[in-house]
């Protein structure tokens, strides 16, 4: 009970956006899988179904992206930070960004 509290007071906006958040409905576990052409799809697919984000798709997609990379800092795997930033350049080419 105690960890939920302080979660709730958390002083990291980040926490706040994270919990609050629902502009995308993004598929469970996404930012843990191993492929990037499918963490792309996914996050491009949950862009566009969205009726509540207020940016294009391309836009929300790589946004909720970068977000999640800042957020995990430091904490974040570096094989798994380097399948993420390989996402990146896979969602530029399927909004043909690339």
């Known amino acids: ?3 939920k509290k302080k979660e709730e007071n958390s002083k990291y906006w980040s926490a706040r956006v ?3 958040s629902y502009a995308l ?3 469970e576990g996404v930012f843990t899988w191993k492929d990037p052409k499918m963490i792309a799809a996914s996050l491009k697919h949950s862009a566009e179904a969205s009726t ?3 940016a294009p798709p391309f836009r929300s997609a790589m946004s909720m992206l970068v ?3 800042n957020r995990a800092g430091k904490n974040l795997d ?3 930070k380097r399948t993420l ?3 990146k350049e896979e ?3 399927l909004y043909g960004r690339a």
């Open 67 to 69: 977000f999640y990379i």
């Open 85 to 87: 930033e390989q996402a």
């Open 25 to 27: 409905d993004l598929e």
């Open 78 to 80: 570096k094989k798994q």
């Open 18 to 20: 994270t919990r609050e």
């Open 91 to 93: 969602l530029r080419k």
């Open 52 to 54: 509540r984000r207020k």
């Open 1 to 3: 009970m105690a960890s």
